[in-house]
């Protein structure tokens, strides 16, 4: 098996919910790149210190002008991610960018569509049992 190396950056997107008179700020980090890097592990690090560097969020992009530059605060975390602290006039965005190895996939896969029969038959014995969870595998 191939080693095949990506970059990944992930953006700190808030959203603003008015609850009983108050604001409420709820963050959450999403993914919004996986680039592929046709390389070695440290051509994928490379890659990703350019963009901790380089790459400018969406949310700042928007309300970009000819020109401007914002304000970048970029720290290596030890286990070799980077945290970049984004600010431009009022707005402040913190992003994430790491570099990861793809050692799984799995393609989506739906079950047949049920014929009316099944249909039927579903509506009077009710719903399957649910899957099992996960469990981690016993130790010998």
């Known amino acids: 098996m191939t080693a095949q190396w990506y970059v990944l950056i992930e953006e700190d997107t808030r959203a603003t919910k008015r609850v009983d008179g108050t604001d409420l700020k709820l963050h959450h980090?999403?993914?919004?790149?996986?680039?592929?890097?046709?390389?070695?592990?440290?051509?994928?690090?490379?890659?990703?210190?350019d963009a901790a560097l380089h790459y400018t969020p969406a949310l700042l992009a928007r309300h970009t002008r000819?020109?401007?530059?914002?304000?970048?605060?970029?720290?290596?975390?030890?286990?070799?991610?980077?945290l970049v602290h984004l600010k431009q006039r009022h707005r402040e965005c913190p992003i994430r960018v790491t570099t990861a190895r793809l050692v799984h996939t799995l393609d989506e896969k739906q079950a047949p569509t049920k014929t009316l029969k099944d249909k039927l038959r579903g509506a009077l014995e009710g719903p399957p049992p649910p899957n099992k969870p996960w469990r981690p595998p016993k130790q010998a």
């Open 66 to 82: 000819p020109g401007d530059q914002p304000a970048r605060h970029a720290f290596l975390t030890p286990d070799g991610a980077w």
């Open 29 to 49: 980090w999403k993914l919004v790149g996986t680039h592929p890097i046709h390389g070695t592990e440290a051509q994928a690090h490379a890659t990703a210190e």
